[in-house]
């Protein structure tokens, strides 16, 4: 019986304990609260970080995708431009007539 009185006393004087002296709690867990704190900050800047490099892939994707089609649209005019009859109509324009005499070949 003595045993028992002896176990419940410890478990009364160490819960009498952690009630009468939290500091030393607070500090003896102190070092992996700081370590859980710097986990959580680079979490946060490495989320922060990865989140800024998404939305500049997209903004350079959508730029890529409007260059393209500009690239296309002017490679279509180009081709579009040089057809002989609409050189004929932009020489007309300018005052320069087709040639009617074929070119003499020098020997």
Do not use: W
């Not at 419940?8 to 009498?16: A, D, S, V």
């Not at 989140?51 to 997209?58: A, F, L, Y």
């Amino acid at each position: 019986m003595t045993d028992q009185n002896s176990n419940n006393e410890k478990t009364q004087k160490t819960e009498n304990d952690f009630v009468i002296n939290p500091r030393e709690n607070i500090t003896k867990h102190l070092p992996f609260l700081l370590f859980l704190c710097g986990i959580l900050l680079v979490y946060i800047f490495l989320t922060h970080r990865t989140e800024k490099k998404i939305r500049k892939i997209e903004h350079l994707s959508r730029e890529d995708k409007e260059l393209y089609s500009e690239y296309i649209t002017l490679q279509t005019e180009i081709l579009n431009g040089s057809r002989s009859s609409n050189l004929e109509q932009k020489m007309l324009k300018v005052g320069i007539k087709p040639a009617t005499e074929p070119p003499k070949i020098i020997k």
